[in-house]
C-alpha cells in the first residue's frame, strides 16, 4: 500500500512552467504504476501522464504530450510531472494515484493523493 502526497502546484502565466511532485509513503512504491490525472471545475477526472514501475515505459494524453514529461525516482519514492510551455486549458486540480497497470482508465489507480492545484493565467 501507498499514500501518494502532491505538492508544486500554484499560480503561473501562460508559456511558464511547473514542476509537481508526488511523495508516496510505503516500502512497494517502486512496484507501482505511477499516473498523474486532473480535474477541471464541471468536469471529469482526465488522464495526464503514467509511469510504468521502472520508469521505463511512459504515455502521455495528446493534449500535454511535448509538454509535459512524467518521470521517478524509486529511492527518493517519488515521482514528478514537469509541466512546460502551460496553457490556461492546463488549469485543474492535478492528483497522483498508483496503479499495477499502464492503463489510462483512473479506475485502474488504486491510491489517490489529495490533490493539487494548478492555475494558468492567460
Known amino acids: 500500500q501507498v499514500q501518494p502526497v502532491e505538492s508544486g502546484g500554484g499560480l503561473v502565466q501562460t508559456g511558464g512552467s511547473l514542476r509537481l511532485s508526488c511523495a508516496a509513503s510505503?516500502?512497494?512504491?517502486?512496484?507501482?504504476?505511477m499516473g498523474w490525472f486532473r480535474q477541471a471545475p464541471g468536469k471529469e477526472r482526465g488522464f495526464v501522464a503514467t509511469i510504468s514501475w521502472s520508469g521505463g515505459e511512459t504515455r502521455y494524453a495528446d493534449s500535454v504530450k511535448g509538454r509535459f514529461t512524467i518521470s521517478r525516482d524509486n529511492a527518493k519514492n517519488t515521482v514528478y510531472l514537469q509541466m512546460n510551455s502551460l496553457k490556461p486549458e492546463d488549469t485543474a486540480v492535478y492528483y497522483c494515484a498508483a496503479g499495477r497497470m499502464l492503463r489510462t482508465d483512473p479506475h485502474n489507480y488504486y491510491y489517490w493523493g489529495q490533490g493539487t492545484q494548478v492555475t494558468v493565467s492567460s
Open positions: 510505503g516500502r512497494t512504491f517502486s512496484t507501482y504504476t
